[in-house]
């Protein structure tokens, strides 16, 4: 029997290829990028005070999803992107380092999870949050 068309234990076969395109949705990278966004040091927070009350709206709606990610805006070409992020930095926190980090974890992100050159990542720091840990989080200002 030829290798390629060997059936393992599983009942599946090894070894045998298939052809196709795999197309990822300009929402799902922005979602990816959001997330690599939101795990940066000094992020409190991704988009403008509307577009996370809008999203804070939306979750609790049955039957509704957004797509992407509040305060992140994407355009994609077949193996290229560009990122606008909007970010809320925390009180403190130095706002060009953030956005320099921001930058390269959104790019890391894209290029690691699926495989886009990332050409540019402009970061707009929208709002700041006071988040002293003897009050706990505090929301932005709206």
């Known amino acids: 029997m030829d290798e390629t068309a060997a059936t393992s234990t599983s009942g599946q076969r090894r070894g045998v290829r298939a052809v196709g395109a795999t197309t990822t949705t300009d929402a799902v990278i922005a979602t990816l990028a959001g997330i690599a966004a939101r795990e ?21 709606l049955p039957g509704t999803a957004r797509p992407g990610c509040p305060g992140v805006a994407v355009q ?53 949050a006071d988040a002293a840990p003897e009050r706990g989080r505090v929301a932005p200002r709206r």
């Not at 940066?40 to 609790?60: K, N, Q």
């Not at 956005?99 to 970061?123: F, M, S």
């Open 40 to 60: 940066v040091p000094g992020v409190h927070a991704l988009g403008t005070a509307a577009e996370r009350a809008a999203g804070s709206v939306l979750d609790h």
């Open 76 to 128: 994609v070409g077949e193996r290229q992107a560009a990122v606008e992020v909007a970010v809320v930095t925390e009180l403190g926190a130095r706002a060009p380092e953030v956005a320099a980090r921001v930058r390269a974890a959104v790019a890391r992100a894209l290029a690691d999870l699926v495989g886009l050159e990332v050409t540019a990542v402009d970061v707009t720091v929208v709002d700041v």
